[in-house]
């Protein structure tokens, strides 16, 4: 399924990928708490329009109402127009909850900053896919 949606006039949206293969994404907020907190740094590998990308990724995405808000998110499945992500804090609802599918533009492979490593699965949630 291809990570687009479409506009009202039935072409694509245009929602602005990274500009780079790789990005450090630093967190702001709550929303992915506990798996990652804010100021964490994240090494993101960019995706394209129709990437792979699986359920229980954690990703960069941003949704076509929104197009300039970039979130860190947990991919649930995928969508007509998407990915439906949500963050692993259910208190925090800046995700597909409020804003619908979104578009991935990059996936976390690792948190760079402050504890160094892969990130784990959401506890008794989705599996997390391992880095390649």
Do not use: I
């Amino acid at each position: 399924m291809s990570s687009r949606d479409m506009s009202d006039d039935g072409g694509p949206a245009r929602v602005p990928p990274l500009v780079t293969p790789w990005v450090v994404a630093r967190v702001a907020g709550p929303s992915m708490t506990p798996t990652v907190r804010s100021g964490d740094r994240l090494f993101v590998r960019r995706v394209g329009p129709g990437g792979a990308v699986a359920p229980g990724d954690v990703v960069l995405a941003r949704f076509p109402a929104r197009p300039e808000l970039l979130v860190v998110k947990r991919v649930r499945r995928t969508v007509p127009g998407g990915h439906w992500v949500e963050g692993d804090n259910p208190f925090v609802t800046d995700d597909s909850r409020a804003f619908g599918p979104a578009v991935v533009v990059g996936r976390v492979l690792g948190r760079l900053w402050p504890r160094p490593g892969r990130l784990g699965g959401r506890p008794g949630q989705l599996p997390y896919r391992s880095c390649p």
